[in-house]
């Protein structure tokens, strides 16, 4: 145990196992407080109590909160419980959500509805009620999953869209709340969990095999290929999360990280690549046809 994140108090949804459970270990044990949480007791492979238990058991401080981030009453009691416990709150990590697979021709509104709430309008609601008293505290950290999938992944269509909004949503409370001490960062985190079980590295003739369908359709390279084939175990995202709930990433807000175990990487913002532009008027369909290719040309 450090004492980095001392008396800190840190929520992290979606913590009963996988990817929450490490990163709630890792919080932990830089000295935070912790409130772990998932919808339900009882999950097979581990709830929000086993959880908390192995961090009491490690000599920490942590406490359960039972249920499901994509009911908006259920986020703000998260966020009351969390004040009347422990009288404060300084991270809040959006890490719960659920996937359904389906292309934009075969989801169902169900799908939709189920992918949509969990994560994004958890995400929503959860730092809705958390940002209210951050920035009356003048300091705080909301840090949100989202995915690679936020460029777009064939066969995961609505996931896609969650994930695309959650950095959307992540880059516009950086700039609200960029003047009262409060920081907002996103993570793409890859390692083995229920959300990226084996099948997804395979491709056979009933299988989408999704991270080779990634390199087929030049989503990513050979190196990131080889390395999402054979990725870390889920507590390896743990500490650089830990890191950006730090004094020392203060400076930090608006940003988007990949986060696979050893390796870390900063996405850039978005840029416009090429103009063409018209002096005078506007362009009419003809000189589109003849223009346009040249937003597509490697000349400048």
Known sequence: MTERLKNKVCIITGSGQGIGRGIALAMAKEGARVITNNRRPGTIGGDAKTTSEEITHMGGSAIPVFGDVSDPRFCKKLIES?????????????NAGVARAGTIWNTEED???????????????????????MKD????????????????????????????GIVGLTRSMAADLKNFGVTCNAYHPFSYSRLVPKKMLDSGPNDLGIIRRRYELGLIDKEEYDW???????????????????????????????????????????????TIFKK????DVDELIEQVPNLFSDKS
Not at 228 to 249: K, M, N, T
Not at 254 to 268: C, E
């Open 82 to 94: 969390t004040m009347d416990h422990f009288s404060r709150l300084d991270v809040l990590v959006n």
């Open 111 to 133: 799908a939709y509805h189920v992918v949509m709430d969990s994560h994004l309008k958890g995400a929503f609601f959860c730092s809705r009620y958390a940002s209210e008293i």
């Open 137 to 164: 505290q003048g300091s705080g950290r909301i840090i949100s999953c989202t995915s690679g999938s936020w460029l777009g992944t064939p066969g995961l269509c609505v996931y896609s869209a969650a994930k695309a």
């Open 228 to 274: 999402q084939s054979s990725p870390p175990p889920p507590e390896a995202v743990g500490p650089f999360i830990a890191y950006l709930a730090s004094d020392e990433a203060s400076h930090i807000t608006g940003r988007v990280f990949y986060v696979s175990g050893g390796k870390v990487a900063l996405y850039s913002d978005p840029v416009r690549e090429k």
């Open 280 to 283: 005078e008027g506007f362009w």
